[in-house]
């Protein structure tokens, strides 16, 4: 997919103003909004490098910065993990963003790469690493704008270890941390299951840190601006901004950069003609559209409702859609994103999404919501990975909040006026071991 | 100490030798892949345990020791 060049959230003054990682009007090239090294450097300022390993963590723990990827792991214990390792460490920054309603790690791949590239190289001072990697879904146009990125810092000398650009296969399991080592050592993004973790062994067998693209830009301006600056917006508990990934009703898809803590009404329009939000993504959960009116994008509001902030992606169903058609939808794709290694996986998901699409046509089968309810709990908890586990999270979810939609299918009709797809899907469908590379 | 059972659910292609040694602590699902119990494996299966892991024909199946 081309990055699109997408609005932007209005900016306030301070040092709480954002956005911080995406350029404002002031700082970008016209109407691609992407930002050269001079740019760059004329907005942050230099590379503030701490000439030691280590002496970065404390600050990045001070500022309590999360994981952006999704499962918003404290980055400090993960720096320190791998700086503990005793080995010579790998840093792979990871862009892979195989999640199809996501478009945030490829818009700040394409307008602030150098932000980015900042934070690979802090994070490699940080936990000893000479070898580094920029992991990024396969896309020509991205891929030539990040190797001209790079040629400018190797011009003006800022960086201190080399970067090299991998290509993710289009893959939605391609960002998962041991299929991206296996894509690095030269194999096919597929899970493994081994009882290290990356960081202990992972690239090589090294000590690997691996780092949502987001998260790095965030440690790029913490190591300038110190933990108070990040901690100027955002919760306590979960400090910062995020990007995040806006669906509207209307079709309309925005990244914006966000306090964490910020309403979901304030993200997503959420009219009377919007049914349900969509949170977390593919592996994320429905909620109730007046649940979500009162609700903060936060884990400590999200997660008693059994939702997370995930990557950031949200999105507002509109109610002239059918939410069963939709979940099928999205479930038919996930079971053909499972890489089939793990027996539940393979012989469950495509069982869960034939099921799902049963309970979407009209007069299903007496028994289909049972058999449903029972392959979910047969393949959860049971993959190498976790990909069974989400695709289970959005499906219980689906059954639970359309349920009176699954009584309406059953009597013989449908709420929805528009058989129009709303949730973006990718086309094509993996069919060879080539798909995988 | 304690022994768990847990399955390499990529290795394992479902031979169902483990649910025949050790059907009180595991079960076949309707697709022949092991349902492990989840709870430490109970003293008296211990013995069966050990051979369970050793015969799996994937070798798919390891004995875990929890403190």
Same mark, same amino acid.
């Given at each position: ?44 300022? =230099? ?5 030691? $390993?280590? /002496? ?17 792991? @404290? ?8 700086? %503990? ?70 011009? *003006?000398?800022?960086?201190?270890? $080399? ?42 067998? *090294? ?9 790095? *830009? ?17 919760? $306590? ?23 964490? #803590?910020? @309403?979901?009404? %304030? ?34 509001? /999200? ?6 902030? #995930? ?52 007069? =299903? +089968? ?5 058999? /449903? ?14 990909? $069974? ?14 349920? =009176?939609?699954? +009584? ?21 469908? @993996? ?7 | ?44 299966? &211990? &013995? ?20």
């Amino acid at each position: 997919m081309t990055p699109t060049v997408l609005p932007v959230a209005a900016t306030t003054s301070g040092i709480t103003a954002l956005p911080r990682l995406l350029p404002t009007a002031a700082t970008s090239a016209g109407a691609t909004m992407a930002v050269d090294l001079a740019g760059h450097l004329t907005r942050h300022g =230099p590379l503030p490098y701490r000439g030691r $390993p280590r /002496l970065l963590l404390d600050t990045v723990h001070a500022a309590g910065l999360t994981g952006r990827g999704g499962a918003a792991f @404290p980055v400090a214990r993960k720096l320190a993990a791998v700086a %503990d390792a005793g080995r010579r460490a790998v840093v792979v920054a990871n862009g892979a963003e195989g999640e199809p309603a996501s478009g945030k790690d490829k818009l700040l791949l394409w307008t602030s790469p150098h932000l980015v590239l900042d934070g690979v190289q802090l994070a490699a001072e940080t936990v000893g690493s000479a070898e580094a990697f920029l992991y990024v879904h396969r896309d020509e146009k991205l891929h030539g704008r990040l190797r001209a990125a790079l040629a400018e810092r190797a011009v *003006a000398g800022t960086d201190r270890i $080399p970067v090299t650009l991998v290509a993710a296969p289009p893959r939605f399991l391609a960002g998962e941390e041991s299929a991206l080592v296996n894509v690095i050592d030269g194999g096919e993004a597929i899970p493994r299951f081994t009882p290290h973790r990356v960081s202990e062994s992972g690239v090589g067998g *090294a000590p690997t840190l691996v780092q949502n693209v987001e998260t790095l *830009a965030h440690l790029a301006l913490i190591a300038r601006h110190g933990a108070g600056w990040f901690r100027a917006v955002g919760t $306590p508990v979960e400090p910062g901004s995020m990007l995040t990934s806006c669906h509207q009703a209307d079709g309309t898809p925005t990244v914006v950069e966000t306090a964490i #803590g910020t @309403p979901l009404a %304030d993200l997503l329009n959420l009219t009377t003609r919007v049914q349900a939000v969509l949170v977390g993504g593919y592996h994320g959960v429905w909620l109730p559209v007046e649940r979500a009116r009162g609700l903060k994008l936060s884990n400590a509001a /999200l997660r008693p409702l059994g939702a997370a902030v #995930g990557a950031g992606v949200l999105a507002a169903l509109p109610a002239s859609h059918c939410g069963l058609v939709e979940t099928a939808r999205v479930v038919r794709y996930l079971a053909l994103e499972s890489a089939g290694q793990c027996g539940p996986c393979l012989n469950g998901l495509p069982r869960i999404a034939a099921a799902l699409g049963t309970l979407a046509s009209l007069n =299903p +089968d007496e028994g289909t919501r049972r058999d /449903l309810e029972r392959w979910a709990g047969l393949v959860e908890r049971r993959g190498a990975c976790h990909h $069974p586990d989400g695709t289970v999270r959005l499906v219980r979810s689906a059954l639970v909040l359309f349920g =009176p939609e699954i +009584d309406r299918h059953r009597d013989g009709w449908c709420g929805a006026r528009s058989s129009q797809p709303f949730l973006p899907i990718p086309a094509g469908v @993996p069919t060879g071991e080539h798909d995988w590379r | 100490m304690s022994l768990r059972l847990r399955v390499n659910p990529i290795t394992c292609a479902g031979h169902g030798l483990c649910a025949e040694l050790l059907g009180e602590h595991i079960t076949l699902d309707e697709w022949g892949y092991p349902v492990i119990a989840d709870a430490p494996v109970p003293p008296g299966l &211990k &013995k069966l345990a050990r051979r369970a892991a050793t015969d799996c024909p994937a070798l798919a199946l390891l004995l875990v020791k929890e403190p």
